[in-house]
């Protein structure tokens, strides 16, 4: 069955790139792979930070987001215990391979400065604490087993969320499509549905043009550095 597989990368909002750079460089161990201007974006700038060789931490920095508020209880959560508008980010959680791993990087954290508390057992996971700036909330987690479906859906917590078991069963196991090589052509547009936010004629454009098309006049592939340069 085909489906998502990981994360491949986060993107958070910075207005201080080099400083949230610095951050999860210095404090969490993250090696800088990439910073290069943003594609398609203009005055934009990309970073990203290497969790894993299938797994990056991305940060952006656009024209204008230091004039953009941080206002805890709407843009931002500040813990994994507060609210923020819909939609937005509550809280981020890197993941390690081992308890100790997880000690180990409490251990770096602390080396540098940062106030972190835990681990906490959840019983899915052991989790540790700390913010990062910019007001975010973050965690570092550990599992030590597969998380058990039977074990860790409350049917309480269903009856909250407005979810009937018929509608679990289904949740818990998505039907089973293996895909059509990329045969399959983009649907008609239906406001109903979920869409990128833009302008609505360039969005319908985009939309409407062939995926061939748009591959063809939307690429960057070329790193910035030349090879010979590197």
Same mark, same amino acid.
């Given at each position: 069955? !085909?489906?998502?597989?990981?994360? *491949?990368?986060?993107?958070?909002?910075?207005?201080?790139?080099?400083?949230?750079?610095?951050?999860?460089?210095?404090?969490?161990?993250?090696?800088?792979?990439?910073?290069?201007?943003?594609?398609?974006?203009?005055?934009?700038? *990309?970073?990203?930070? *290497?969790?894993? #060789?299938?797994?990056?931490?991305?940060?952006?920095?656009?024209?204008?987001?230091? &004039?953009? =508020?941080?206002?805890?209880?709407? @843009?931002?959560?500040?813990?994994?215990?507060?609210?923020?508008?819909?939609? @937005?980010?509550?809280?981020?959680?890197?993941?390690?391979?081992?308890?100790?791993?997880?000690?180990?990087?409490? &251990?770096?954290?602390?080396?540098?400065? !940062?106030?972190?508390?835990? =681990?906490?057992?959840?019983?899915?996971?052991?989790?540790?604490?700390?913010?990062?700036?910019?007001?975010?909330?973050?965690?570092? +987690? $550990?599992?030590?087993?597969?998380? #058990?479906?039977?074990? $860790?859906?409350?049917? +309480?917590?269903?009856?909250?969320?407005? !979810?009937s078991a018929e509608e679990a069963a289904r949740?818990?196991?998505?039907?089973?499509?293996?895909? %059509?090589?990329?045969?399959?052509?983009?649907?008609?547009?239906?406001?109903?549905?979920? *869409?990128?936010?833009?302008? %609505? &004629?360039?969005?319908?454009?985009?939309?409407?043009?062939? #995926?061939?098309?748009?591959?063809?006049?939307?690429?960057?592939?070329?790193?910035?550095? =030349?090879?010979?340069? +590197?």
């Amino acid at each position: 069955m !085909i489906k998502a597989q990981g994360i *491949h990368h986060i993107a958070v909002m910075t207005a201080d790139i080099k400083g949230q750079v610095a951050f999860f460089s210095d404090v969490l161990g993250c090696p800088l792979v990439a910073l290069f201007d943003m594609h398609g974006v203009p005055g934009g700038m *990309h970073a990203f930070l *290497h969790l894993s #060789d299938t797994c990056l931490f991305s940060l952006v920095q656009l024209p204008g987001t230091g &004039d953009i =508020p941080i206002e805890l209880g709407i @843009t931002h959560a500040g813990s994994g215990s507060g609210r923020s508008a819909p939609g @937005t980010m509550q809280h981020l959680a890197f993941a390690v391979s081992t308890r100790d791993d997880l000690l180990a990087l409490r &251990d770096r954290i602390r080396t540098k400065g !940062i106030n972190v508390f835990g =681990p906490i057992n959840h019983g899915m996971s052991q989790s540790i604490y700390f913010a990062g700036p910019e007001m975010l909330a973050l965690e570092v +987690a $550990w599992s030590e087993t597969v998380v #058990d479906p039977d074990r $860790w859906i409350d049917p +309480a917590v269903m009856a909250r969320a407005g !979810i009937s078991a018929e509608e679990a069963a289904r949740f818990r196991t998505p039907d089973d499509y293996a895909g %059509e090589g990329g045969a399959v052509p983009q649907p008609p547009y239906d406001p109903a549905k979920p *869409h990128v936010a833009m302008p %609505e &004629d360039l969005y319908r454009q985009i939309i409407a043009a062939s #995926d061939d098309m748009i591959w063809a006049v939307s690429s960057f592939d070329a790193p910035p550095v =030349p090879a010979g340069d +590197a």
